[in-house]
């Protein structure tokens, strides 16, 4: 593909592998040498409280910590005694590390990264570009992103159901493959950028016992394609799409090229108009019933009576939308400027800032929100709904939520698809285990002015309930219908109650379960 990127070479990193494993070059390894606060700081991207511990040390593991999460410089003999099956000479071989002014310094970010699923924890190590923080100048403009907390936020979010068919549309350092071959039988990893195939390429290689793929046969698990968004896989039906695009809103330049843009998060349409084409393209490549989920941005226009209104505008059938912050253009613009250290040119940071504002109050963007999305094909012959009709949710949680969050948006999925399918009125419902109730009121009232229902797990919803609400909540044991609870309070209380509509929500949002039969 390019030679400007490590190489696949398997014999070689079968050795590589084997010695990282042996130099303690893990999760636990790295964080247990460097102590809680200066792991922390490290991943914080703050380097000081790892330096001064990794320079006072030796070791392989203290070497690795220096040369490949510090971009420290290191002696043919260090790394030769940390990696005695690949030697400097392997790391150059592969394209990890190269001479520069008599010492070896190593040419990416290669680091452990760990993560557990339904068979048990899972140990990588990932290789990208070096980040701003560990070398000098702004990023080149086909930089290849390492593990960051947006490809963090759609690995946790993803429902990890089994599946034949996944795809990874703008793989990057691959991630998301990572992931998804633990639980789909093929994935093809697709993205813009032949370097970001190329780390792929060598991330999947170098843990091939891990993600379960046959170094002599990759492709028997793997399929990587080069191009833009969905047109390298035009015809093709998947039942997983995942994608953490290049959603970035930045301005576009008279005369600018695709070559001035960062690949990795500028998609080179006006807008929001590269997240807008994926959302409606997506469908398009979904196998009946099949789902796809991706982050965002999307811009709040003046004049919008909610911030989803152009957003539902997207969508002709199943969504479940999750904005998760919204920021305004001066902030927007601040944080992906610092992002790329462009604030490091002066004359070219307020440049670019001013086009940022200038952009935006062109199109009158009041705002830009980030977020989840999670939208489904139709699969009529199951019976779930046609487009236009079933799962449609717009909402805003800026709350900290509990992380992995996947499988609690699974579980609500589960249950929507449940509520199309029983009578509510007959159905006996239970209080989930997270869910607390608290009451407010004035010093020497009778009664409570507020009642809250709050979530201890998954998306920490908190809701506000009439007294009405609050006594059928207290009923649901799983001993009568909705009917009989709401018919029971009705006869209390005299007076005709409308709680179907309210307890919907609740059994929707995860407060109230159905009994297990």
């Known amino acids: 593909m390019t030679v400007d990127a490590p190489l696949a070479e398997p014999g070689l990193l079968s050795g590589l592998s084997r010695d990282l494993a042996d130099a303690g070059f893990s999760v636990d390894g790295v964080a247990g040498f460097l102590g809680e606060g200066a792991y922390a700081a490290l991943n914080r991207e703050q380097f000081i409280p790892a330096l001064a511990i990794a320079e006072a040390a030796q070791g392989p593991t203290a070497t690795l910590i220096r040369f490949f999460l510090l971009a420290l410089p290191a002696s043919a003999a260090e790394l030769d005694e940390a990696l005695p099956r690949t030697r400097a000479a392997g790391l150059q071989s592969l394209g990890l590390a190269a001479v520069e002014s008599g010492a070896w310094r190593s040419l990416v970010d290669l680091r452990p990264y760990a993560f557990t699923d339904q068979d048990g924890e899972v140990q990588l190590h990932v290789a990208s570009d070096l980040g701003a923080h560990q070398r000098p100048g702004a990023l080149r403009h086909d930089h290849v992103l390492g593990i960051g907390q947006a490809s963090l936020t759609l690995a946790q979010s993803t429902i990890r159901t089994p599946v034949e068919k996944a795809l990874d549309l703008g793989t990057g350092c691959g991630i998301q493959t990572f992931h998804l071959l633990r639980h789909a039988r093929h994935v093809t990893a697709t993205d813009i950028s032949p370097r970001a195939l190329a780390f792929t390429e060598f991330n999947l290689l170098l843990n091939a016992d891990a993600l379960r793929i046959d170094p002599a046969n990759p492709g028997g698990r793997v399929t990587l394609r080069q191009g833009s968004l969905l047109g390298p896989v035009r015809g093709e039906r998947f039942d997983l799409a995942v994608s953490n695009p290049p959603f970035v809103i930045t301005p576009r330049h008279r005369g600018e090229s695709a070559e001035d843009q960062y690949t990795y998060r500028d998609g080179g349409l006006a807008g929001d108009e590269i997240v807008s084409s994926l959302v409606r393209g997506l469908p398009g490549v979904l196998a009946p019933g099949g789902r796809a989920q991706l982050l965002g941005n999307w811009e709040v226009h003046s004049g919008d009576a909610a911030w989803h209104e152009r957003l539902a505008s997207w969508f002709d059938g199943e969504c479940w939308v999750i904005q998760r912050e919204q920021l305004g253009p001066e902030h927007y613009a601040e944080t992906w400027l610092q992002d790329a250290s462009q604030g490091r040119d002066a004359e070219s940071y307020a440049a670019a800032y001013r086009d940022y504002l200038g952009d935006f109050a062109e199109r009158g963007v009041d705002s830009v929100g980030f977020g989840m999305i999670w939208l489904r094909a139709p699969q009529p012959a199951a019976g779930l709904p046609q487009p236009g009709a079933g799962l449609r949710r717009f909402e805003e949680i800026g709350h900290p939520i509990e992380q992995p969050v996947g499988s609690t948006l699974a579980a609500a999925v589960e249950r929507f698809d449940w509520l199309a399918g029983h009578d509510l009125p007959a159905a006996k419902l239970v209080v989930a285990e997270d869910v607390t109730e608290e009451r407010h009121q004035r010093p020497g009232a009778e009664h409570p002015g507020v009642i809250l229902l709050r979530q201890g797990a998954g998306l920490r919803r908190t809701t506000l309930l009439s007294s009405e609400l609050a006594g059928f909540v207290s009923a649901c044991d799983g001993t009568l219908t909705v009917a009989?609870?709401?018919?029971?309070?009705?006869?209390?209380?005299?007076?005709?109650?409308?709680?179907?509509?309210?307890?919907?929500?609740?059994?929707?949002?995860?407060?109230?379960?159905?009994?297990?039969?």
């Open 484 to 517: 009989q609870i709401i018919a029971a309070l009705e006869a209390l209380l005299a007076v005709e109650l409308a709680l179907l509509d309210p307890v919907r929500e609740l059994l929707l949002d995860g407060f109230l379960l159905p009994e297990p039969q």
